[in-house]
Every structure is written in C-alpha cells, then in structure tokens.
C-alpha cells in the first residue's frame, strides 16, 4: 500500500521556523519525485518546493525561496521541509506529493502530475 505521511505542522508565531517531514511507504522511493504542495482557505493549491534523487533536481516557489529548505533521507524514504522566518501568509494546509521521474526525458523537478499525495499537515503562522 502506498503511503505518504506527513507531520510536523503546528502553531508558530511570524519568524518562527518548523520541520516538515513526509515519509513515504509503497513504492521505489529513488524513482520518483517528491514535492511539497500547500493550500490556504480560499486560495488555489500552490507548488512550494520539490526534490529528486532522480536527477537531483530541486524546486522552490519564488515565494519561499530562501526560507525553505527540502532535503531528502533515501535511507529513510522520508523528505523533509524546513521552512524559516515564518510568515502568517504561510499559513496553509502542507501536502507532499509524489511523482514516477526514471526514466523521463524532462527534468523531475517541479512535479507536473503527482502520482500519490499525502493527507496534509496543518501550518498556521501568527503575527
């Protein structure tokens, strides 16, 4: 059974920083992507970042760039979001996503269509 779990979400004030990890169960770890997607009451769901072992490509939305971090454990088929210096317009609901990259022409990074997604994991950030 394919499964990606993600956790370490909560309540953070403005400049605050948290962990996200999405650890993943069910399938060839190594031959897919694996991306951090967010969405926020009312708003459209939003890309944030992606990693591959792949190819080693990364992604990250201009948005977080330089805040967040993705990095991956092959070991423990888990990847991980930090996200630093906070802010309330980060507050959204964080799902990490994966997507089938071996063997593809293209670059694995961002995802274009995952395969598998996770149940989420809520961020609320106060100002």
């Known amino acids: 059974e394919v499964q990606l779990v993600e956790s370490g979400g909560g309540l953070v004030q403005a400049g605050g920083s948290l962990r996200l990890s999405c650890a993943a169960s069910g399938f060839t770890f190594d031959d897919y992507a694996i991306g951090w997607f967010r969405q926020a009451p009312g708003k459209e769901r939003e890309g944030v970042s992606c990693?591959?072992?792949?190819?080693?490509?990364?992604y990250y939305a201009d948005s977080v760039k330089g805040r967040f971090t993705s990095s991956s454990d092959n070991a423990k088929n888990t990847v991980y979001l930090q996200m630093n210096n906070l802010k309330p317009e980060d507050t959204a609901v964080y799902y990490c996503a994966a997507e089938w990259r071996l063997l593809q022409d293209d670059d694995s990074c961002p995802l274009s269509k995952a395969d598998y997604w996770g149940q989420g994991t809520q961020v609320t950030v106060s100002s």
């Open positions: 990693i591959s072992s792949v190819d080693d490509s990364t």
